[in-house]
C-alpha cells in the first residue's frame, strides 16, 4: 500500500510539473526562511566570497586609476579598431542586465507566477549589470570628465548633443532604463523592507530599513497603491527590453561598416541580451539555491521554464548567424561577403567558432529535459553560453572593425593586460554589489510568495 | 501584523514630511544644480565681463582715445594685416612721453623700459582659450568694428578717480562675455552687426534703425559667407 | 507638562536643523564637485608661444624674434623690385617718389596720415595736432609743413625723419612701413600744395 503510494508520487512528479513551491509552507514560514539569513551572523563563507569580489573592485579602480591618469593608451585600442574590449564589455553586460527586468516585467504581465521567486535578484542582478555596462563607455572616452557633454543641458558654449547620433539616443536608453529598473526593483521591495524593519534586532537595522520602508505599514491602501503602481510600472519596463539593445545594436547597425550595417541587428541583439541574461540568471540561481537553502521556492519547474526560454532565445539568435551568412552571400556585396568570410577564417576564427559552438550548437542540449533539471549540467552550459555571447560580441565589435573598406587602413586589435583587468574587474563591481545585496536584503520576495502562498492554497480547496 | 514595540519610536514626526521634500525636491535639486549652474557660467565669475584689471602703468583709454583722439591703430598697428592687434613698443609711448609728462611718478616704469631695453608687461583682458583661433584682421576686413566686441573702450576711465593714479588702479575690462554662444550670435547673423569699413575704428557707431537692410547689403558686398559656413567647427577650431 | 512639551519641541527642532544642516552639507559638496567639474579644459592652455609671451630659450627672453637685417616685405620683392629705403643717392636726398603717385596712393597716405601723424601736425598739416600746445603736459608743437622751411625739404628729408626721427619726433619705422612712407609724403605734398595756393 504505501509502496504504490510511493510510486504513485514519483509517477506524479515524474509527469506532472513540479509545484512551484515544495513543502509544507505558512506564511511565517516563508518569512523566515527568507528573512532569518540576514538576522544570523555572517557566516564565513560570505566573507570569502565578498573578500575575492572586492579583491576583484579593488583592481577594477586601481585600472580605472591607470586609465584615467595615463590615457587610453594603456589599452590595446588604436586606428582602426577604436572600440575595443570596453564596447564590448559594455553591450554584454547591457546583455546581461536584460534578463532581470524581462523576467519580472514581461512575465508578471503574462501572468506567470513561477516568477515570483526570483524576480528580486533578477532585477538585482540586472541593475548591477547596469552599472558594470554604464561604466565603459565613460571610461573609453579620450576625457572621461566630460561625459556630461551627451547630455543637453543650457550652456555659454551653445553646444546642444548631435540627436542625429545613435550615442546620444544610446545615454538615453540606457538612463532610462537604469532609472526604470531602479525604481521596479525598489518598489517591489518596499513592503519587504517594512517586514525587515518589523524583525530587525538592532536599533541601527531598524532604523535603516525603515527609512528604506517609506513609513510601509501595511495598510489596504498601501497595498492599493502599490499594486497600481508595481503594474505600471511593470508596463513601462517591458518594452524598455527591446527599445535598449535595439538602441544599442544601432550603435552598429547605422554605421556603413561591413559587419554593422544591417537591418538584422536589433532584434538580433534582443534575442542575444536575453539569451546571455537568462544564463547568467542561471548561474546566479543554482549556488544562491543551495547556500540560503531556497530549494523549496526555487524548484526544478523554475530552471526547467528559464531553459526553456533560454533555448528559444538561442535559437533566434543561431537564426540570426544564419541570416546574417546568408545576407552576405546573397546581398551581394563585396565588402561584406569578405567580412564574412574573414569572420570564419581570419585572424579572429578561433573567437568566432568559440561563439558558433557555445551560442548555436551547446543550446541544443536544451532540448533534453534531463538537461533542462540537471543543474550541474545546466550552470556549466550556462557559463559556456555567458562566454559564448562575450565572445559574439566581441566580433561584433572588433573584427568588424579590423577590416575596413581599405586595405591601407586595417590592423588587428590585441587586448593589453589593462584591457583585461577592466574587464576582470567588473565582475568584481558586480559580484560585489551582489553579495551585499544576498547579505542585507531579502533575495527573494516575501510578499509575493506569501500571496503565491495563498493563491495555491485557495486552489488546493477549490480542488 | 506590525509586532508591539516599546522601544521608543526611531523617526519624530518630521520624518514623515522631509521624506516627501526629499522625493520630490530632488528633481527641483537636479533642476535648481543645472540653472545656477548656468547662471554662475554666464555670470561675471566666469566670463570675467566688466571685471578691472590693473595695468603695470594705469593707462587711461579714455584719455587717449576720446580727450586726444589718437586712433586704435596708432599703438595698436598690425591689428589690420595680423591675427593679434600687437601691442605698442615702449618706444611708441615715448613719442609723446619723451615730452609729455616727463615728471609723473606713474609713468617711471615706461621711462625705466625705454632706458633698459627691458618691455613693460602688459596684463592680458581679452583671452580666448588656445583651442580658439580669432583673427582680428579678417573681422575689420568684413566690416565688424573694434566696439563690438571691445566696447566702448573710449569710455574707459580708471575705475576710482582718486589723484595721483597708480598702477593699483584697475582701468581696463572687457566688455563682452567671448562665449561660443556670444561668438555664434554673430556668426549665425552676421547682418546685424556689420558696419562700413570706414566705421570700423569709430568707437561711437551704433547700428542704424535701417541695419536690417544696410546689413545685409553690406554682407553681400563684402562676401561674407553664409550661417552654414560661418558656424562650421573650423572657422575657429583649426 | 508644559515644560515636558516644549522639551520635546526643542527635541524636534534640533533634529530638524540637523537634518537640514546636513542636506545643505551635501548640496554644497555635490555642488563644488560640479564646479570642478566645469573647470577650464587642459586644451585651453596649450603648450605654444602666444604673441609677445615671454621665452627662456632666447638670450633676450623674447619668443618674438626681431626681422633679419634687410628683410623685404613679400608684396614688395618680385620683378619690378625697387628699393624703397633709397631715400639718398650718394650724400644728397632724392627728390622724388619712388612708386608711382596714384590717387589710391595718396590716400592710402591719409589714411596712414590721420593715424600716425594727424595728432602733433594736425589734419591739415599746420602744426595744431590734438596733443600738441605750448602747456608743459602738451607736446611742443611741430613747424607746419606749408611755411617756407619745410615745403623746400626733398621727399628723401621726410623720408629720413619718419623712419628715424628728428629733433623732439621720435622714428615711426617700426609704425609705418616704408611704402605706406611714401604714401604719406605723397599727401603731404598734396597737403603743401592745396595750403600754399589757398
Same mark, same amino acid.
Given at each position: 500500500?504505501?509502496?504504490?503510494?510511493?510510486?504513485?508520487?514519483?509517477?506524479?512528479?515524474?509527469?506532472?510539473?513540479?509545484?512551484?513551491?515544495?513543502?509544507?509552507?505558512?506564511?511565517?514560514?516563508?518569512?523566515?526562511?527568507?528573512?532569518?539569513?540576514?538576522?544570523?551572523?555572517?557566516?564565513?563563507?560570505?566573507?570569502?566570497?565578498?573578500?575575492?569580489?572586492?579583491?576583484?573592485?579593488?583592481?577594477?579602480?586601481?585600472?580605472?586609476?591607470?586609465?584615467?591618469?595615463?590615457?587610453?593608451?594603456?589599452?590595446?585600442?588604436?586606428?582602426?579598431?577604436?572600440?575595443?574590449?570596453?564596447?564590448?564589455?559594455?553591450?554584454?553586460?547591457?546583455?546581461?542586465?536584460?534578463?532581470?527586468?524581462?523576467?519580472?516585467?514581461?512575465?508578471?504581465?503574462?501572468?506567470?507566477?513561477?516568477?515570483?521567486?526570483?524576480?528580486?535578484?533578477?532585477?538585482?542582478?540586472?541593475?548591477?549589470?547596469?552599472?558594470?555596462?554604464?561604466?565603459?563607455?565613460?571610461?573609453?572616452?579620450?576625457?572621461?570628465?566630460?561625459?556630461?557633454?551627451?547630455?543637453?543641458?543650457?550652456?555659454?558654449?551653445?553646444?546642444?548633443?548631435?540627436?542625429?547620433?545613435?550615442?546620444?539616443?544610446?545615454?538615453?536608453?540606457?538612463?532610462?532604463?537604469?532609472?526604470?529598473?531602479?525604481?521596479?526593483?525598489?518598489?517591489?521591495?518596499?513592503?519587504?523592507?517594512?517586514?525587515?524593519?518589523?524583525?530587525?534586532?538592532?536599533?541601527?537595522?531598524?532604523?535603516?530599513?525603515?527609512?528604506?520602508?517609506?513609513?510601509?505599514?501595511?495598510?489596504?491602501?498601501?497595498?492599493?497603491?502599490?499594486?497600481?503602481?508595481?503594474?505600471?510600472?511593470?508596463?513601462?519596463?517591458?518594452?524598455?527590453?527591446?527599445?535598449?539593445?535595439?538602441?544599442?545594436?544601432?550603435?552598429?547597425?547605422?554605421?556603413?561598416?561591413?559587419?554593422?550595417?544591417?537591418?538584422?541587428?536589433?532584434?538580433?541583439?534582443?534575442?542575444?541580451?536575453?539569451?546571455?541574461?537568462?544564463?547568467?540568471?542561471?548561474?546566479?540561481?543554482?549556488?544562491?539555491?543551495?547556500?540560503?537553502?531556497?530549494?523549496?521556492?526555487?524548484?526544478?519547474?523554475?530552471?526547467?521554464?528559464?531553459?526553456?526560454?533560454?533555448?528559444?532565445?538561442?535559437?533566434?539568435?543561431?537564426?540570426?548567424?544564419?541570416?546574417?551568412?546568408?545576407?552576405?552571400?546573397?546581398?551581394?556585396?563585396?565588402?561584406?561577403?569578405?567580412?564574412?568570410?574573414?569572420?570564419?577564417?581570419?585572424?579572429?576564427?578561433?573567437?568566432?567558432?568559440?561563439?558558433?559552438?557555445?551560442?548555436?550548437?551547446?543550446?541544443?542540449?536544451?532540448?533534453?529535459?534531463?538537461?533542462?533539471?540537471?543543474?550541474?549540467?545546466?550552470?556549466?552550459?550556462?557559463?559556456?553560453?555567458?562566454?559564448?555571447?562575450?565572445?559574439?560580441?566581441?566580433?561584433?565589435?572588433?573584427?568588424?572593425?579590423?577590416?575596413?573598406?581599405?586595405?591601407?587602413?586595417?590592423?588587428?586589435?590585441?587586448?593589453?593586460?589593462?584591457?583585461?583587468?577592466?574587464?576582470?574587474?567588473?565582475?568584481?563591481?558586480?559580484?560585489?554589489?551582489?553579495?551585499?545585496?544576498?547579505?542585507?536584503?531579502?533575495?527573494?520576495?516575501?510578499?509575493?510568495?506569501?500571496?503565491?502562498?495563498?493563491?495555491?492554497?485557495?486552489?488546493?480547496?477549490?480542488? | 501584523?506590525?509586532?508591539?514595540?516599546?522601544?521608543?519610536?526611531?523617526?519624530?514626526?518630521?520624518?514623515?514630511?522631509?521624506?516627501?521634500?526629499?522625493?520630490?525636491?530632488?528633481?527641483?535639486?537636479?533642476?535648481?544644480?543645472?540653472?545656477?549652474?548656468?547662471?554662475?557660467?554666464?555670470?561675471?565669475?566666469?566670463?570675467?565681463?566688466?571685471?578691472?584689471?590693473?595695468?603695470?602703468?594705469?593707462?587711461?583709454?579714455?584719455?587717449?582715445?576720446?580727450?586726444?583722439?589718437?586712433?586704435?591703430?596708432?599703438?595698436?598697428?598690425?591689428?589690420?594685416?595680423?591675427?593679434?592687434?600687437?601691442?605698442?613698443?615702449?618706444?611708441?609711448?615715448?613719442?609723446?612721453?619723451?615730452?609729455?609728462?616727463?615728471?609723473?611718478?606713474?609713468? +617711471? $616704469?615706461?621711462?625705466?623700459?625705454?632706458? &633698459? #631695453?627691458?618691455? *613693460?608687461?602688459?596684463?592680458?583682458?581679452? @583671452?580666448?582659450?588656445?583651442?580658439?583661433?580669432?583673427?582680428?584682421?579678417?573681422?575689420?576686413?568684413?566690416?565688424?568694428?573694434?566696439?563690438?566686441?571691445?566696447?566702448?573702450?573710449?569710455?574707459?576711465?580708471?575705475?576710482?578717480?582718486?589723484?595721483?593714479?597708480?598702477?593699483?588702479?584697475?582701468?581696463?575690462?572687457?566688455?563682452?562675455?567671448?562665449?561660443?554662444?556670444?561668438?555664434?550670435?554673430?556668426?549665425?547673423?552676421?547682418?546685424?552687426?556689420?558696419?562700413?569699413?570706414?566705421?570700423?575704428?569709430?568707437?561711437?557707431? +551704433? $547700428?542704424?534703425?535701417?541695419?536690417?537692410? &544696410? #546689413?545685409?547689403? *553690406?554682407?553681400?558686398?563684402?562676401?561674407? @559667407?553664409?550661417?552654414?559656413?560661418?558656424?562650421?567647427?573650423?572657422?575657429?577650431?583649426? | 507638562?508644559?515644560?515636558?512639551?516644549?522639551?520635546?519641541?526643542?527635541?524636534?527642532?534640533?533634529?530638524?536643523?540637523?537634518?537640514?544642516?546636513?542636506?545643505?552639507?551635501?548640496?554644497?559638496?555635490?555642488?563644488?564637485?560640479?564646479?570642478?567639474?566645469?573647470?577650464?579644459?587642459?586644451?585651453?592652455?596649450?603648450?605654444?608661444?602666444?604673441?609677445?609671451?615671454?621665452?627662456?630659450?632666447?638670450?633676450?627672453?623674447?619668443?618674438?624674434?626681431?626681422?633679419?637685417?634687410?628683410?623685404?616685405?613679400?608684396?614688395?620683392?618680385?620683378?619690378?623690385?625697387?628699393?624703397?629705403?633709397?631715400?639718398?643717392?650718394?650724400?644728397?636726398?632724392?627728390?622724388?617718389?619712388?612708386?608711382?603717385?596714384?590717387?589710391?596712393?595718396?590716400?592710402?597716405?591719409?589714411?596712414?596720415?590721420?593715424?600716425?601723424?594727424?595728432?602733433?601736425?594736425?589734419?591739415?598739416?599746420?602744426?595744431?595736432?590734438?596733443?600738441?600746445?605750448?602747456?608743459?603736459?602738451?607736446?611742443?608743437?611741430?613747424?607746419?609743413?606749408?611755411?617756407?622751411?619745410?615745403?623746400?625739404?626733398?621727399?628723401?628729408?621726410?623720408?629720413?625723419?619718419?623712419?628715424?626721427?628728428?629733433?623732439?619726433?621720435?622714428?615711426?619705422?617700426?609704425?609705418?612701413?616704408?611704402?605706406?612712407?611714401?604714401?604719406?609724403?605723397?599727401?603731404?605734398?598734396?597737403?603743401?600744395?592745396?595750403?600754399?595756393?589757398?
Amino acid at each position: 500500500m504505501a509502496q504504490s503510494e510511493n510510486i504513485r508520487e514519483e509517477a506524479a512528479e515524474e509527469f506532472a510539473p513540479p509545484p512551484v513551491i515544495k513543502g509544507r509552507h505558512t506564511f511565517s514560514s516563508i518569512t523566515q526562511k527568507i528573512s532569518a539569513p540576514i538576522f544570523k551572523p555572517t557566516p564565513t563563507g560570505w566573507f570569502l566570497g565578498f573578500g575575492l569580489s572586492f579583491a576583484l573592485l579593488m583592481l577594477f579602480m586601481f585600472s580605472i586609476a591607470r586609465l584615467f591618469s595615463r590615457g587610453i593608451g594603456i589599452w590595446g585600442v588604436n586606428q582602426p579598431v577604436a572600440w575595443g574590449l570596453a564596447i564590448t564589455n559594455f553591450v554584454w553586460w547591457i546583455g546581461i542586465g536584460h534578463a532581470g527586468t524581462l523576467i519580472s516585467a514581461m512575465l508578471l504581465l503574462m501572468n506567470q507566477k513561477w516568477r515570483t521567486s526570483i524576480n528580486r535578484f533578477a532585477e538585482a542582478m540586472t541593475l548591477f549589470a547596469l552599472a558594470c555596462a554604464g561604466l565603459y563607455p565613460i571610461l573609453h572616452l579620450g576625457r572621461p570628465e566630460y561625459f556630461y557633454w551627451l547630455l543637453p543641458y543650457p550652456n555659454i558654449e551653445d553646444v546642444w548633443p548631435q540627436f542625429r547620433s545613435p550615442l546620444v539616443w544610446d545615454v538615453f536608453a540606457i538612463l532610462i532604463y537604469g532609472v526604470v529598473s531602479l525604481f521596479f526593483w525598489y518598489t517591489g521591495l518596499l513592503p519587504d523592507l517594512a517586514t525587515m524593519r518589523d524583525r530587525a534586532k538592532s536599533r541601527a537595522a531598524w532604523a535603516i530599513y525603515g527609512m528604506l520602508a517609506l513609513g510601509w505599514r501595511n495598510d489596504a491602501r498601501h497595498w492599493h497603491r502599490y499594486e497600481r503602481a508595481y503594474l505600471m510600472l511593470a508596463a513601462l519596463a517591458t518594452p524598455l527590453v527591446v527599445s535598449v539593445h535595439s538602441i544599442v545594436s544601432y550603435d552598429f547597425s547605422v554605421a556603413i561598416l561591413p559587419g554593422w550595417h544591417t537591418t538584422l541587428s536589433p532584434p538580433y541583439f534582443v534575442a542575444g541580451a536575453a539569451f546571455s541574461g537568462l544564463a547568467m540568471v542561471i548561474i546566479i540561481t543554482i549556488p544562491l539555491r543551495a547556500a540560503f537553502r531556497l530549494e523549496d521556492f526555487i524548484t526544478k519547474r523554475h530552471f526547467d521554464n528559464l531553459a526553456k526560454i533560454m533555448l528559444a532565445m538561442g535559437l533566434l539568435v543561431t537564426y540570426g548567424y544564419i541570416i546574417e551568412r546568408f545576407s552576405a552571400w546573397y546581398g551581394g556585396n563585396l565588402y561584406e561577403a569578405y567580412n564574412a568570410s574573414e569572420r570564419a577564417r581570419g585572424v579572429y576564427a578561433l573567437m568566432f567558432w568559440t561563439q558558433i559552438v557555445s551560442n548555436a550548437i551547446a543550446p541544443q542540449l536544451l532540448w533534453f529535459k534531463r538537461v533542462r533539471t540537471n543543474l550541474p549540467i545546466l550552470f556549466v552550459l550556462s557559463l559556456v553560453i555567458c562566454t559564448g555571447m562575450w565572445f559574439e560580441r566581441y566580433v561584433i565589435v572588433i573584427e568588424s572593425l579590423h577590416r575596413d573598406f581599405l586595405p591601407s587602413s586595417w590592423g588587428v586589435f590585441s587586448a593589453t593586460l589593462w584591457d583585461w583587468a577592466t574587464l576582470v574587474g567588473s565582475f568584481g563591481l558586480f559580484l560585489s554589489l551582489l553579495f551585499l545585496f544576498v547579505r542585507f536584503l531579502p533575495s527573494v520576495s516575501m510578499s509575493e510568495m506569501r500571496k503565491l502562498l495563498q493563491q495555491s492554497k485557495v486552489k488546493e480547496d477549490e480542488a | 501584523m506590525t509586532p508591539k514595540r516599546t522601544e521608543p519610536r526611531v523617526f519624530p514626526r518630521f520624518a514623515n514630511k522631509l521624506a516627501r521634500v526629499i522625493v520630490f525636491g530632488f528633481v527641483f535639486f537636479l533642476v535648481g544644480i543645472v540653472l545656477v549652474s548656468y547662471l554662475i557660467m554666464r555670470s561675471p565669475l566666469n566670463t570675467g565681463v566688466g571685471v578691472g584689471h590693473r595695468q603695470p602703468v594705469p593707462f587711461s583709454h579714455e584719455r587717449h582715445v576720446r580727450s586726444l583722439e589718437i586712433d586704435c591703430r596708432y599703438c595698436h598697428s598690425s591689428v589690420e594685416t595680423s591675427s593679434f592687434a600687437g601691442m605698442p613698443p615702449t618706444e611708441t609711448c615715448m613719442q609723446c612721453h619723451s615730452q609729455v609728462g616727463i615728471n609723473q611718478t606713474i609713468l +617711471q $616704469p615706461v621711462r625705466l623700459s625705454y632706458e &633698459t #631695453g627691458q618691455p *613693460l608687461e602688459w596684463m592680458r583682458v581679452s @583671452r580666448l582659450p588656445d583651442y580658439v583661433h580669432f583673427n582680428h584682421s579678417i573681422h575689420l576686413n568684413k566690416g565688424v568694428g573694434c566696439v563690438t566686441c571691445h566696447g566702448r573702450i573710449d569710455e574707459m576711465v580708471p575705475l576710482e578717480e582718486t589723484f595721483p593714479l597708480d598702477n593699483q588702479i584697475p582701468v581696463i575690462w572687457q566688455a563682452e562675455p567671448f562665449s561660443m554662444q556670444w561668438c555664434l550670435n554673430c556668426h549665425r547673423n552676421p547682418e546685424r552687426f556689420v558696419m562700413p569699413r570706414e566705421q570700423v575704428f569709430n568707437m561711437k557707431w +551704433q $547700428p542704424p534703425s535701417n541695419q536690417d537692410t &544696410t #546689413g545685409r547689403k *553690406l554682407v553681400e558686398e563684402y562676401k561674407i @559667407r553664409g550661417a552654414l559656413d560661418l558656424t562650421s567647427c573650423s572657422v575657429c577650431h583649426y | 507638562m508644559t515644560r515636558n512639551s516644549r522639551l520635546l519641541h526643542t527635541n524636534a527642532e534640533r533634529d530638524r536643523r540637523a537634518a537640514i544642516s546636513l542636506c545643505s552639507r551635501i548640496a554644497c559638496v555635490i555642488i563644488f564637485l560640479l564646479f570642478i567639474a566645469a573647470c577650464t579644459q587642459k586644451m585651453a592652455r596649450q603648450p605654444k608661444y602666444r604673441p609677445l609671451e615671454p621665452s627662456n630659450f632666447f638670450r633676450d627672453g623674447q619668443s618674438s624674434r626681431p626681422l633679419v637685417p634687410g628683410t623685404i616685405a613679400r608684396e614688395d620683392a618680385g620683378t619690378n623690385f625697387t628699393n624703397l629705403l633709397a631715400f639718398k643717392s650718394g650724400d644728397t636726398y632724392v627728390d622724388s617718389i619712388p612708386i608711382p603717385v596714384t590717387a589710391q596712393l595718396i590716400e592710402r597716405g591719409r589714411e596712414r596720415y590721420e593715424i600716425y601723424c594727424a595728432m602733433c601736425h594736425g589734419k591739415t598739416g599746420e602744426g595744431d595736432g590734438t596733443v600738441t600746445g605750448t602747456l608743459s603736459y602738451r607736446f611742443p608743437p611741430p613747424p607746419p609743413f606749408s611755411s617756407d622751411e619745410v615745403r623746400h625739404h626733398p621727399a628723401g628729408f621726410y623720408f629720413d625723419v619718419i623712419t628715424n626721427g628728428y629733433r623732439t619726433m621720435g622714428r615711426y619705422s617700426h609704425q609705418v612701413n616704408a611704402r605706406d612712407r611714401w604714401a604719406v609724403i605723397a599727401y603731404i605734398r598734396k597737403l603743401q600744395g592745396s595750403n600754399t595756393y589757398k
